[in-house]
């Protein structure tokens, strides 16, 4: 159930949206769904090698901005899955050790730049930030597709390289995932958290 839960954004999409982008990682075809948006496209030349259905959550901190508050995105907390329903990837938020990529906070200073992170299960792990413009929403109720460039890769301490190779990242056919309306509407409430329920498709390429 869970595993036809999973495919069934990506198959309505590609339908709904047009032709779609086929590609294969050994023997299993990836098929990636039209980006919604010029911003959304993988650069020229790369290719998909890898797709993760994603299940977890968006986590939000009700933070001060201004006079009031709203509530912040600190970290997703997913777990990936490939077609067969089998566990390959996490993804959360942690610092890029690429010194090429440092942190501007004054407050952060020995880390690097927080960025969108994927471990897979070999360790090998990257970390990417937004591409220009690379941000779409396509449903009102759910989070935005996202195109994301790579700019740390680190291998595993057993020699595992799956994701090293990655150099761009989509979210695609996004499900829930958005802040909520209410838990922050004061300066009493800020400090609340917020974790929700979301589900998404991540095409990886090379």
Known sequence: IMQTLLRKSLVITALGLGAAQ??????????????????????????????????GTQNY?????????????????ATLFDDDGKQIITHYFSPNPNPKDPNTSAT????????????????????????????????ESAIAWLLLDVVGTEAGPTGGDKLTLTKQVQRFSTQGGLPPSTGCSTLDDAGNQAFVDYTADYFFYK
Do not use: M
Not at 29 to 53: D, M, S
Not at 61 to 77: D, H, I, N, Q
Not at 120 to 132: E, F, N, R, V, Y
């Open 22 to 55: 086929f590609a294969h990682a050994g023997s299993v075809p990836i098929v990636v769904p039209p980006a919604p948006a010029p911003g959304l496209q993988a650069a020229e030349g790369l290719t998909p090698f890898l797709v993760g259905h994603a299940v």
């Open 108 to 139: 952060v200073v020995a880390d690097g730049a927080i960025r969108a992170t994927w471990q897979d299960k070999d360790t090998s792990t990257i970390w990417a930030q937004l591409h220009p413009n690379g941000a779409a929403t396509v449903d």
């Open 61 to 77: 901190v009700c933070s001060r901005a201004g006079a009031g508050v709203k509530y912040v995105l600190f970290t997703p907390e």
